[in-house]
């Protein structure tokens, strides 16, 4: 059974950091690329970093481009994404997907639970 | 930059009424495009991608169709367990959503 755990979220002050991570189980890690994807309290839904199956190609959307940074570690089967200058406007549930191929297919057909970063002072 | 637009943001259905949802992507590109569900507190559920092909597991009462920028998803007889909201998505650009609420 495929699974996603998101950890690392929680209360920081603008200007602050973050790492989330989200550990992947019950699939060929390797095999597949991997998103974050965010909702802010009662809004839609907004894609935010994905990376390729061999983190070979990685984008961002252009509301955090600068400012978050996506990885993984096939020795983990985790993902990550270090979020840095952190604005109010960030405050949501972040969410891990998995997509359904190895390169952008944008087609996420697992989620985590999600994890929620409120950034406030 | 690529827009989704779904319609309608919101619809009151009752149980047993055949549902449509529109989305409408600013420019064409083909049938990729992927539909799901979320129920409130919880993460999405992919439901259908390439527009009309439907997830594993997922009932055979929901549908999808269209090409280059029309799109439609359909559940032929709305389940209580079908109350939700429901996006579009192409690429990395999501619909606002749709809220599916009880009458």
């Known amino acids: 059974e495929v699974q996603l755990v998101e950890v690392g979220g929680g209360f920081v002050q603008p200007g602050g950091s973050l790492r989330l991570s989200c550990a992947a189980s019950?699939?060929?890690?390797?095999?597949?690329?991997m998103n974050w994807v965010r909702q802010a309290p009662g809004k839609g839904l907004e894609w935010v970093a994905g990376?390729?199956?061999?983190?070979?190609?990685?984008d961002y959307a252009d509301s955090v481009k600068g400012r978050f940074t996506i990885s993984r570690d096939s020795a983990k089967n985790s993902v990550f994404l270090q979020m840095d200058s952190l604005k109010p406007e960030d405050t949501a549930f972040y969410y891990c997907?998995?997509?359904?191929?190895?390169?952008?297919?944008?087609?996420?057909?697992?989620w985590g639970p999600g994890t929620l970063v409120i950034v406030s002072s | 930059d690529i827009q989704m637009t779904q319609s309608p943001s919101s619809l009151s259905a009752s149980v047993g009424d055949r549902v449509t949802i529109t989305c409408r992507a600013s420019?064409?590109?083909?049938?990729?495009l992927a539909w799901y569900q979320q129920k409130p507190g919880k993460a999405p559920k992919l439901l259908i991608y390439?527009?009309?092909i439907l997830e594993s597991g997922v009932p055979s009462r929901f549908s999808g169709s269209g090409s280059g920028t029309e799109f439609t998803l359909t559940i032929s007889s709305l389940q209580p367990d079908d109350f939700a909201t429901y996006y579009c998505?192409?690429?990395?650009?999501f619909g606002q959503g749709t809220k599916v609420e009880i009458k």
């Open positions: 990376i390729t199956w061999n983190g070979g190609t990685i």
């Open positions: 420019e064409s590109d083909g049938s990729w």
């Open positions: 997907a998995k997509d359904r191929c190895g390169g952008a297919c944008y087609r996420f057909d697992h």
């Open positions: 998505q192409q690429y990395n650009i």
């Open positions: 390439q527009a009309s």
């Open positions: 019950g699939f060929n890690f390797d095999d597949y690329a």
